[in-house]
């Protein structure tokens, strides 16, 4: 059974500061992974989608990296902002061609 | 393009009551899911449906749940009888592309419903 954890549970940054989130799962056979976003009282946003072929992927300010036979991914976000504050899901979707989620890390970023 | 859309966003009953959710997804995607979010924890996927089919429903508690789609486009989710384990945020996705073509498709998620029971 595939199992997915992030680390850290929760992160408190100022503004303006590199961070990097990670994930870990246990399963390496998955056709992709996910990294979404939460916002209090919405639902989830797709930020980037990683093939498992791919290394890694880039949009804006975000990076995420994939190493499949380690089962990690890592999420870059550069020159952080208030308005990057919520909690990030990562997700990977395995050989049940579900989605198996993390626990997820809450970010707060400090003006 | 409007989003999915799910109604009510808050219900609180009792234990032993029942309740249901209603999901709108985005206009042409053939895929539906139903979530169970936890706090503090990640969505756990109840239920799939592609059209108006059932593809996977291993996780759902069927003694208490269910969930249709009629027509392929609107579903619904009830719980009877609820129990206080049930609290949690229930979100509906679709995904425009049929399951078995999955790889690369996107799902789209509705603002959920925070379910309190008592």
């Known amino acids: 059974k595939q199992e997915v954890t992030q680390i850290p549970a929760a992160l408190s940054v100022p503004e303006g500061e590199n961070l990097v989130l990670n994930c870990s799962f246990t399963d390496s056979a998955i056709y992709n992974l996910q990294w979404f976003r939460q916002d209090p009282g919405k639902g989830l946003t797709s930020l980037l989608l990683i093939q498992s072929s791919q290394r890694e992927q880039t949009s804006g300010r975000l990076n995420a990296s994939l190493d499949k036979s380690s089962g990690r991914s890592t999420l870059y976000i550069a020159a952080s902002q208030p308005g990057d504050s919520a909690t990030y899901l990562c997700?990977?979707?395995?050989?049940?061609?579900?989605?198996?989620f993390g626990s997820g890390t809450q970010l707060t970023v400090l003006p | 393009e409007a989003g999915v859309a799910q109604s009510p966003r808050y219900k609180i009953i009792e234990k032993r009551q029942s309740v249901a959710f209603w999901c709108n997804p985005i206009?042409?995607?053939?895929?539906l899911y139903w979530y169970q979010q936890i706090l503090g924890q990640g969505p756990k996927l109840l239920i799939q449906?592609?059209?108006?089919?059932?593809?996977?429903d291993s996780q759902l508690p069927k003694d208490r749940f269910s969930a249709e789609r009629l027509k392929g486009v609107d579903s619904t989710l009830k719980i009877q009888p609820a129990k206080l384990e049930d609290s949690a945020v229930y979100l509906c996705?679709?995904?425009?592309?049929?399951?078995?073509?999955?790889?690369?498709?996107?799902?789209?998620f509705g603002p959920g419903t925070r379910l309190t029971v008592l």
């Open positions: 996705a679709s995904s425009l592309v049929p399951r078995l073509a999955a790889d690369t498709d996107t799902q789209y």
């Open positions: 449906f592609q059209n108006n089919g059932v593809v996977d």
């Open positions: 997700a990977v979707r395995g050989s049940a061609r579900q989605l198996t």
């Open positions: 206009s042409g995607h053939a895929t």
